[in-house]
């Protein structure tokens, strides 16, 4: 991953942000978003509270769907698709899944779940990996506020891990970061 990949993420994402799909009478892309993290942070010896190591680059864009799970499950179901690197090291990953968003009816809060799979940039490389298996496990969680009626700041965290399914021992990576979002 590099900065010419996120870059080229962000002007699909601008470009995709105002094509309207007419059967369904909705943007094809809901929110683009972007911010810096850190990794490890559950690391023992790791403070998270230190601004050095903000040196992750994330990405992420939120796309609609047909939803008819609305009518079950309050908020917002959306698949998403992002990746994060640290310029320093020259590594990241890519993960993709699907998000639920739920808002508050009168504050202008949310909070977030997802669920999805991740694969590192070592294995796309050089086939290689810190995890056993090639593709992992990811989950991540975010809690924001709407600053702006399409823009909304948030804190997020990031759990990816195999669960030693490919002999080699578990060695799962937390991240957490702030992130802009831009709904469009």
């Given at each position: 991953m590099?900065?010419?990949h996120?870059?080229?993420?962000?002007?699909?994402?601008?470009?995709?942000?105002?094509?309207?799909?007419?059967?369904?009478?909705?943007?094809?892309?809901?929110?683009?978003?972007?911010?810096?993290?850190?990794?490890?942070?559950?690391?023992?010896?790791?403070?998270?509270f230190?601004?050095?190591?903000?040196?992750?680059?994330?990405?992420?864009?939120?796309?609609?769907?047909?939803?008819?799970?609305?009518l079950?499950?309050?908020?917002?179901?959306?698949?998403?698709?992002?990746?994060?690197?640290?310029?320093?090291?020259?590594?990241?990953?890519?993960?993709?899944?699907?998000?639920?968003?739920?808002?508050?009816?009168?504050?202008?809060v949310?909070?977030?779940?997802?669920?999805?799979?991740?694969v590192?940039?070592?294995?796309?490389?050089?086939g290689?990996?810190?995890f056993?298996?090639?593709?992992?496990?990811?989950?991540?969680?975010?809690?924001?506020?709407?600053?702006l009626?399409?823009?909304?700041?948030?804190?997020s965290?990031?759990?990816?891990?195999?669960?030693?399914l490919?002999?080699?021992?578990?060695?799962p990576?937390?991240?957490?970061?702030?992130?802009?979002?831009?709904?469009?």
């Amino acid at each position: 991953m590099s900065y010419r990949h996120l870059i080229h993420m962000l002007v699909v994402a601008l470009a995709l942000g105002g094509l309207t799909v007419p059967s369904l009478g909705q943007t094809l892309l809901l929110e683009a978003r972007g911010g810096l993290g850190m990794r490890d942070v559950g690391q023992p010896g790791t403070d998270l509270f230190d601004p050095t190591r903000l040196r992750d680059i994330n990405a992420e864009l939120l796309v609609s769907i047909p939803n008819p799970a609305t009518l079950l499950l309050p908020g917002e179901l959306r698949p998403h698709l992002g990746a994060s690197f640290d310029p320093g090291a020259g590594d990241g990953y890519a993960y993709g899944g699907l998000s639920w968003t739920f808002r508050a009816p009168v504050v202008p809060v949310f909070v977030e779940a997802g669920l999805g799979a991740a694969v590192q940039s070592d294995v796309l490389n050089n086939g290689g990996s810190r995890f056993g298996c090639g593709v992992q496990a990811q989950a991540q969680a975010s809690i924001g506020v709407d600053v702006l009626p399409n823009v909304a700041v948030m804190a997020s965290v990031q759990h990816i891990r195999d669960f030693g399914l490919c002999g080699q021992a578990d060695d799962p990576m937390g991240n957490a970061g702030l992130r802009l979002g831009v709904r469009f």
